[in-house]
Every structure is written in C-alpha cells, then in structure tokens.
C-alpha cells in the first residue's frame, strides 16, 4: 500500500479588493494538487503567502509590518527543525519586488499578479536556491489558461475575473502600473468556470474586473456576458464590479432593465463631484454627466441601489469642490459607499501635483462625508423594513439557530432558521434595520 505524502500547511492573507480574493482562491487552487491544504493560521503553516495591496499607503506598509510577524514565527518554526517559505503576491509584489526582498531578508519568493499560476515551479525553484525573485511580466490570458479549470468552493455565492487591468490613467491610481493594460477573458472560458461553480452549489456570482464594464470578450461587452450568464442552469443571481462611468453603455444598462438575474445593486465610482478636480483626476466624465447616467440606470431599473467610493483631499481640492462632492452625494443618495483620503503614489502624476491638502483638512472632509452617508445607508436600509424580500441563504449566523443572507440590494440580513436552508432563495419579511443590516423572519408559505 502506498502513503499519501503528508498534507502541507498553506497560509493565504489577502489584502485589498475583491480582485485579490479571487486570486488567492485561484493560488490555493494552483497549490492544492501538490499537497497544500488552506489553515487559518499562519504559526507553524509551511508556505505563508501574503497577496498584497498597492492602492494606498496604508495598505502597503500593512505588508512590511506583517513580514515583521512572519520572520519571528519562520525563526520559531526553523528553530524547531521546520521550514516556512514566505511569498510575498499581488500589486505591491509587482511595484516594490527588489525593495520588499532588501527590507526583508525572511522573504523567498516575491510573484506579481500576472504570475501566480507559476507558484508551483516557482517554489520548487526557491527551495533548490535560495531567495529567488521573480520577474512578473506575464500576459493575463497566459494565467488563465495555465490555471486549473476545476475551482474549489465552499459557499453559494463566488468571484469571477473577467477582466483585469486599467487604460483609464486616473492621476492618483497605481492600478495601470501594477496589474497593466484592459484585458478581457474569452466569454466561453467564463462561462465554463460559471458552469463549474453553479454544478458545485454557487447560486450567485460577481463579475470582477478594475474595469469590469470595460470587458470585450464577445459581442456586446458586459452586456451580452451577463445575458448568458444569465441562461447557466442553477445561477440566480449576477452581480459585477468595479464600473467606470465612461464605460456604462446604454446595453448594460437596458440589461438592468431586462434581465431577471441581474442583481439591482450598482457600485459606481465618481471620487469626485467637483468638474475642477475630475479633470485633474483624469477621469474623462463631469458631475452632469455622471448624475445623469444614474437617472437613465434608475429609469431602468428604478428599484437600483447605488454604491459609490471618493476620494477627499486630492491635490487642490478646495472647500467649494468638497462641497461638490457632497452636494452631488445628496443628490444621488447612495445605498452605501467607500470614502478614502488621497493617498499619494509615487509615480502617479498627482503625487507631484501642487496643492497637497494638509492630513487634518482630510480627515475633516472624511468625516463629514462619512456622515453623510452612514446617514443615507440607514436611510436606505430603513426603506425596505416592512416589506417582503428574496434572501439567498448564504451561511449560518452568529447565533445557533441563525442564519445569514443577501438582499438582492446586497443587505446582509439575519433571519432564524435551520442551516439546511442555506443555498436557497427565500422571501423574507423585513423586520428592522441599522446602517449596516436587515433582521427578518422566513415568510412561511402555506401548506
Ligand atoms: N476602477 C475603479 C474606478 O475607476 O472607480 C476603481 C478601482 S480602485 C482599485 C478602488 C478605489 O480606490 C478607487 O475607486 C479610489 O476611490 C481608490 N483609490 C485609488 N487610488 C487612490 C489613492 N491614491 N488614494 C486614495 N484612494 C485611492
Ligand atoms: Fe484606477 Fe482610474 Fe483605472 Fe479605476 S479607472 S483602476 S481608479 S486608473
């Protein structure tokens, strides 16, 4: 009788958007046919691979305080006769390799976001030599035809990338640098992998991509993927993002209007509501014309939830442009939304705009813009206490005999009831609400 090797111990934190979340299922996939099995915990894991966020300051030193950690548990794990390997993946992998190997000597293997389907050979490489690094100039199309069809799931709802990287240039995003040019996946490999996940029990997915609306990969764009997405036996509900509002053509959005499957539940960046700042931010569109666009979304599909992110505090940004911001944030109402402080990127044009805008006056903006939309997001919720919703069932609760869902407008809500419901779509009567979820109870059909 032959032994199975023993199973090895993989450690995966992600850092960032849903993009990386995706990725790091994909590298656990990549991973798990040479014995690596996913654990929670990174002290005494035998592979430890930090996929990496570039996008703000913050979130890039998150990295090197978190390399810190692992040299210590690597120290402890070699001192008790083990090995850790130590991957350092994703935009910061591709933007500071060289820096991130000087700064940290505990680090193997350093792999950008278009080379992740090479881990295996690659770590094969790091335990022959020591601290090889990687050079990431990969295509995206070359990663996703070396990834394994097969995807592992656990849940009802799943990412799907579609489309990776940025044309737009937006002078304070690093995005175009770190994961290159559009590109988008042949709709046939989408729908096999969407095909895959729905036969495995996922009922929902999200369409991922920097661009998402951006994606080309068959006749009519985003639009005609999500019609037949749509036809995926099993597959009830549709969700996508990130958006760009140039890209938000009249297809997509009549198939808000027309397609059942398609979730009404939009998130829609405009970083700004002052025209001043958008043309110093390169985004290509004005307030008028991104406050109109969400009027021909909402005459679609009137019932849309809007979500949003901003950024305050971008070069120049005046009180009178913040004001914009918030004007134009009264007049959509947002169901909810992402705000951020300018964070300045080397290398991006705005770094080395004039105007830097002093930490303080950020902060003060942030706050003010934060209240205002808590308020409209507990407003939002607020609006659908009373009545009847479809909740996918997603997972159990944090109480025994709880479980959790999905509102089509993408609430979290609680609701008791059995596990064994998990996975369906069931109406719920909507019982009450905070700025961050919904309480209901199952409505029970008649016998
Ligand atoms: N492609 C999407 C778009 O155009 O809106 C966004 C992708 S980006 C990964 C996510 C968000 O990060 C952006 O919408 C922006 O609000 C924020 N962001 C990007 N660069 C930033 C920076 N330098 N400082 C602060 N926030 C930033
Ligand atoms: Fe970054 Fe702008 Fe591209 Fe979005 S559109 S990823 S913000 S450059």
């Given at each position: 009788m032959t032994q199975s090797a023993p199973e090895k111990r993989l450690y995966i934190k992600t850092y960032g958007c849903q993009m990386n979340v995706y990725d790091s299922e994909r590298m656990a996939d990549v991973l798990r046919p040479l014995g690596y099995a996913v654990t929670d915990e990174p002290e005494g894991a035998d592979l430890v691979v930090l996929n990496t966020c570039h996008i703000r300051e913050k979130a890039t030193e998150k990295v090197y305080s978190e390399l810190g950690q692992l040299k210590l548990m690597k120290r402890r794990k070699a001192d008790a006769g083990g090995t850790m390997n130590i991957v350092v993946a994703g935009c910061v992998a591709q933007a500071e390799g060289e820096e991130i190997m000087r700064r940290q000597p505990a680090v193997d293997l350093v792999v950008g976001p278009q080379a992740y389907h090479q881990l295996p050979e690659l770590i094969a490489r790091t335990h022959r030599a020591t601290g090889e690094r990687l050079s990431a100039d990969f295509a995206a199309d070359e990663k996703f035809d070396a990834l394994p069809t097969e995807r592992h799931v656990t849940g009802v709802t799943a990412f799907l990338t579609v489309q990776e990287g940025c044309d737009k240039f937006c002078t304070f995003c690093v995005v175009p640098y770190t994961r290159g040019g559009e590109w988008s996946r042949p709709a046939d490999a989408v729908i096999a992998e969407a095909r895959d996940l729905a036969a495995k029990g996922v009922r929902e997915v999200t369409l991922l991509g920097q661009?998402?609306?951006?994606?080309?990969?068959?006749?009519?764009g985003l639009a005609g993927l999500v019609r037949q997405l749509a036809k995926?036996?099993?597959?009830?509900r549709i969700r996508y993002t990130t958006s760009h509002p140039r890209d938000m053509d009249e297809a997509l959005i009549a198939a808000h209007g027309e397609v059942e499957a398609l979730m009404p539940y939009l998130h829609l960046p405009v970083q700004s509501g002052s025209d001043r700042i958008l043309k110093a931010m390169n985004r290509g569109h004005t307030a008028e014309h991104y406050l109109r666009l969400v009027e021909r979304i909402r005459a679609a599909r009137p019932d849309i939830a809007m979500s949003c992110d901003f950024i305050v505090g971008?070069?120049?940004?005046?009180d009178s442009d913040f004001e914009a911001t918030l004007s134009l944030v009264r007049e959509v109402g947002y169901a909810g939304s992402f705000s951020f402080k300018y964070s300045r990127r080397p290398g991006t044009p705005a770094s080395a705009m004039p105007g830097q805008v002093a930490e303080q006056v950020m902060d003060e903006r942030l706050q003010r813009l934060n209240a205002l939309l808590q308020d409209q997001a507990a407003a939002f919720n607020q609006s659908v206490v009373g009545r009847v919703a479809p909740v996918l069932i997603e997972k159990t609760g944090r109480h025994d005999g709880q479980i959790g869902g999905r509102s089509p407008w993408l609430q979290p809500v609680h609701i008791d009831g059995p596990a064994s419901l998990i996975g369906q779509i069931l109406p719920v009567r909507i019982e009450a609400a905070t700025r961050n979820s919904l309480t209901g109870s199952l409505v029970l059909e008649p016998a």
């Open positions: 661009n998402v609306n951006a994606y080309d990969g068959c006749d009519g995926v036996e099993g597959l009830d971008f070069p120049g940004e005046r």
